[in-house]
């Protein structure tokens, strides 16, 4: 069983901004949806290379891509839009670089998705009118209408409720302005850190009186906010009015340039504004999309300290906003929240966004009076919430958005409450969550957001391979459940063909009659009980034929709550054996682990857990085998595990190909040992009847020590570790091979005791041949068990040479090398040891028996009628009872034309094998396309949320009964 996390795992982590809805209003942002299925499948089309080999990690700096996507720089751009800020200069360059990356990072989302984003026309026309009421507290309040005011608020939101830090490429967290005319300019970065600093503060001596007075400093809070007001290079305010404040006429132009830069409003003027590039550092790829959509819109996140945000607005003004709290996400509160105090009207505003399960019933409830803003909020309501599942069914990550406005004496009152569980000594984290919670209430929603997070390279083929391998996936992911069965049927864990589950209860009866109704239902359509079977977990379910479907099942984390909570456990794990896919949605990091320990307990079960977090740390610690992705979010899951991947792709070739060699390389080597120890001992047991039991041995001590330490230790350790009974190739071509690991083909009770016996039969040999031929002479008992040793080696030797699949040179060295290592040590010994075991010696024994042609003879004989039985039953096997894997390994010796034609006529032969990869890259890249475009799998009617095929509609319509 195979349990994985959904984003960083399956997906790439990387987030580019697709769609928003604010106060119910829906903004396409057609033109940055186009853009995106654009480059998505010019990036698929330029995909070449196999697919498990030549791949670029994504990590490499080498690649032309940043490390991490979203600690990015900001581009300069045109001035003549909105999203001057974001249109890269040297888009030609990257673009060529873009073309020379790996295919695991073209087939995604680049770098320049997350902040090149279109915005859509309708809402840029609001943020203008919106804006022009922003000069003073009364405009703000009377001169923008609610819905302009909310716009102005959701996206100060996104800017706000984040813990994105700020750094530019030469000064790190600080927020450079510089001017489009003076961009050539060698001035020193401190005299440009001076204009900013005097810009923000008030010119008490120029001539021309500024919109707003201000007294803040930097650093401070703004009670009022500083406006910069649209000034033009020409304008009155010249080089002789800010003399004074400035210092020189040098420094007054700058002043003055930059200022009428800053002063550019969101139309477009000829004045244009330059950030120097400035790097967002986030926590998660979700906030720095974000950030980055607002910066589309010229909300700009400039800097970001312990205590003060400041934020530059369309208009080229900025706003200071005091950070009194940030209440960051958890996995129980599912959301995020940030305490400022508004510049402009003074209010203490909580701005909060999250998962909309959450958000949804944290809303505030509209009076019964006021029926006319009862009717708008409901409609406001259905309307996101329409939106939201739109989008989370097609396959996007969506986010609410909320504010709130405290009194002061209720903020008053919060923060001393949280004061006091920030400092208590017990209980403290219980306290905080509570005066979390007691805060994020009656919220008034915002709007939400959707990013995408496009899937990984090689994810559907990889599942698909797993599938055909008789291994079971679990997806575990905290998204929301039309999100994950969505990226569920684009990675090939659910087919359009399988009959889908879904459990959505809060109540223990329901949730049990449920469980019933589709075991009866799914018992009754195969013709067997599933929940008489024995619950037990061999290797997953066979390929379902059109008359026998698989079963895929969807359930979320209240209902495993309940299972939990209810002791449902049995009945569940009975429903989900007979699903070949399961997605748990809504899941926490503890269910995560729990449902890991449930399947390895319960059912005895090999389980493998990976993830990329650290919420995926738990599951990992519970598996059996740990695998961590080396992704967007630390190394907490890598350091956890047993096993570092850098993409999903890689455990294919782990599985497949890596678990099925070390499987038969330890099974073989296990069974060889155990058979080399029967068949050598038991020499000295079949003595044991020519001695009366005396416990005498007719092989010297030393040489029987000498046999497994020097003799017969290193040509199986080779074996155990360079044999390859498949190639590589071929095991990722034929994923049904693995199936043989799964019922221990090469290691189980009949392989061994059959093993066994041909140990002692080869030990009756070894001895019985010797005895007989020195029957009635007067040889010692050392010259006896002489040449009983050397053919014991001849022949232990041999029955490793036959069970190894794979020759290269260290084996021949390993081989060869111990014999000759046996025949040196020997004669040195019986040469030196005169007087070693008196009165037996074995002085000089060996020499004059390799002067013998008997001896030649015995050790040329023995070691062939020993081993015939067993080469007798290889090569039947191989000719007449041919296995899969022999099958495959006979693959191996054709060329290149002849294999594929064979592999052509297996797989026309087997049913089984119509999931499987081709040996052609083609299939790959296609399926490829079909996982990465998003509209390929929306457009497709079988590929929505339940799909049921013709003829079971009697399972489905008994599961909605219930």
Known sequence: YIFSDKTGTLTENKMAFRLCTIMGTEYQHDKNTERLSTRTQTSISDEEGPLLEGSVSINNPQNGASDHRWKCPMLTGQPQSILSGHQRTDCTSQTKSMMHCGPSQRAACNDSIEKDIVPDEGLLKRIRGAVAHMESPTQLNAGTGLESACIIDFFLALTLCNTVMVSTATQ???????????????????KMHQVLQKFKTARKTSTCPPSHPSSCSPGSLCNEPLLLPNVSPSSSCGAGSAEGDVGSGADSNDNLSVTAEAGRNIGGEDEDIVDEDIYYEA????????????????????????????????????????LLH???????????????????????????????????????????????????????????????????????????????????????????????????????????????????????????????????????????????????????????????????????????????????????DICEALLDCILDDVGKYNGLDCAASKLTANFAPTSSSPLKPSFGLVIDGKTLSVIFQGNLQKKFLEVAKCCQSVVCCRSTPRQKSMVVELVRDRLKAMTLAIGDGSNDVNMIQA????????????????????????????????????????????ANMIIYYFYKNVAYVNLLFWYQFYCGFSGSSMIDYWLMI?????????????????????SAEMLLEFPELYRSCQRSGAYNHWSFWITMLDAFYQSLVCFFVPYFTYQGSNIDIFTFGTPMNTLSLFTILAHLAIETKTWTWLHWVSMIGSIAFYFLITLVYSAVCVTCNSPSDPYWIIQRQMTDPLFHLVCLITPILALLPRYLIRSLQGTLFSSPLLKARQLDNLDKDQQFQAIRVWKGLDNSGNDMPNLTESTDQSREKHANNPSAVTSNPASQFVSVPVGIADIRSSVNRV
């Open 326 to 508: 940030t209440l960051a996400f958890d996995s129980t509160r599912k959301r995020m929240s940030v305490i400022v105090k508004h510049p402009l009207t003074n209010e203490i505003v909580v701005y909060t966004k999250g998962a909309d399960s959450v958000i949804m019933d944290l809303l505030e409830h509209v009076g019964i009076d006021d029926l006319e803003e009862q009717e708008k909020h409901r409609r406001i309501t259905e309307e996101t919430q329409r939106h939201l599942d739109r989008y989370a069914s097609s396959g996007l990550r969506t986010l609410c958005v909320a504010k709130k406005v405290l009194t002061d004496g209720e903020y008053l009152k919060w923060a001393h409450l949280r004061h006091e569980a920030e400092t208590s000594i017990e209980q403290r984290e219980p306290l905080m969550m509570e005066t979390a919670l007691r805060l994020e209430t009656n919220l008034k929603l915002l709007g939400a957001t959707a990013v995408e997070d496009c899937l990984q390279d090689g994810v559907p083929s990889t599942i698909a391979a797993f599938r055909a391998a008789g291994i079971v996936t679990w997806v575990l992911t905290g998204d929301k459940q039309e999100t994950a069965v969505y990226i569920a049927y684009a990675c090939k864990l659910l087919h359009p063909n399988d009959v889908i589950f879904t459990l959505n209860s809060e109540h223990q």
């Open 623 to 666: 598996a059996d085998v740990g695998i961590g992705i080396t992704g967007q979010e630390g190394m907490q899951a890598v350091m956890a595990s047993d096993f570092a991947i850098s993409h999903f792709k890689y455990l294919r070739k782990l599985l497949l190909v890596h678990g099925h060699w070390c499987h038969s390389r330890l």
């Open 283 to 322: 926590e998660s790829p979700d906030e720095a999309a974000l950030v980055h959509a607002a910066r589309a819109y010229n909300f700009t996140l400039l800097s970001r300290t312990p205590d003060q945000v400041t934020i530059k607005l369309p208009h080229g003004g900025l706003l200071s906003f005091e």
């Open 172 to 190: 790190p967290r600080q927020p450079m302005l510089t001017s489009s005319l003076s961009k050539s300019s060698t001035e020193p970065l401190s």
């Open 706 to 726: 000498f046999f497994n330490l020097l003799f017969t230790s290193l040509p199986p350790l080779t074996c155990g570790i360079l044999d390859k009974d498949v």
